[in-house]
């Protein structure tokens, strides 16, 4: 079983920035894709960003250009690097990994004030 610790999370102002980071309790080089989500109040969870074992990324349209998913084996951990943060970024994002099977971690919130 797979363990996923998300952290840093907050509350930061408009245009501000918040590095998120998911901790894995294995090497993430057994997963195949590794990602970000966000679910924010009232909505479907939605992919923000994704990074596969090749190095290949994807980011959903209303991130890209600000968000910056990267990944550090020797620590095991993924990253999301969020900057220019705007209100409607304000939700709980999930880090999500994918190898045989597909784990979640807890989610961290993130708030952006305008």
């Known amino acids: 079983q797979v363990q996923l610790v998300e952290s840093g999370g907050g509350l930061v102002q408009a245009g501000g920035s918040l590095r998120l980071s998911c901790a894995a309790s294995e090497s993430i080089k057994n997963f195949n894709v590794m990602g970000w989500y966000r679910q924010a109040p009232g909505k479907q969870r939605e992919l923000v960003a994704h990074?596969?074992?090749?190095?290949?990324?994807t980011y959903a349209g209303s991130v890209k250009g600000r968000f910056t998913i990267s990944t550090d084996n020797a620590k095991n951990a993924v990253y999301l690097q969020m900057n220019s943060l705007k209100p409607e970024d304000t939700a709980v994002y999930y880090c999500?990994?994918?190898?045989?099977?597909?784990?979640w971690g807890q989610g961290t919130q993130v708030t952006v004030s305008s």
């Open positions: 999500r990994v994918t190898s045989l099977f597909v784990y």
């Open positions: 990074i596969i074992s090749g190095g290949s990324t």
